[in-house]
């Protein structure tokens, strides 16, 4: 569950958002494959560090966002009109 939670804060998400209410293991929204697709991504980049440490998480690029920042200076919005929420985050210092 922690990497879950991990996850959710990375990206500002509750757990539906990537998972079908009532059956967790469903992959039926598209979310969940996407977020298989950007760990694999996450773990190929760590990968490429001789330290074998984790420098590159969800966070890094999302800062609790659903879509992740692109530019210095950008305010990442996490739009969860699917939820009924929104919310905008403050640039990160």
């Known amino acids: 569950m922690e990497t879950m939670q991990a996850f959710r804060v990375a990206l500002g998400v509750r757990c539906d958002f990537c998972h079908a209410q009532g059956d967790f293991a469903s992959d039926e929204k598209p979310h969940k494959?996407?977020?298989?697709?950007?760990?694999?991504?996450?773990?190929?980049?760590?990968?490429?560090?001789?330290?074998?440490?984790?420098?590159?998480?969800?966070?890094?690029?999302?800062?609790?966002?659903e879509e992740p920042a692109t530019r210095p200076g950008e305010t990442p919005v996490a739009d969860h009109a699917e939820h009924g929420e929104h919310a905008e985050h403050p640039p990160q210092r």
């Open 33 to 65: 494959n996407i977020a298989r697709q950007m760990i694999v991504m996450a773990r190929d980049i760590n990968t490429k560090f001789p330290d074998g440490k984790m420098h590159v998480t969800c966070y890094t690029c999302h800062r609790g966002a």
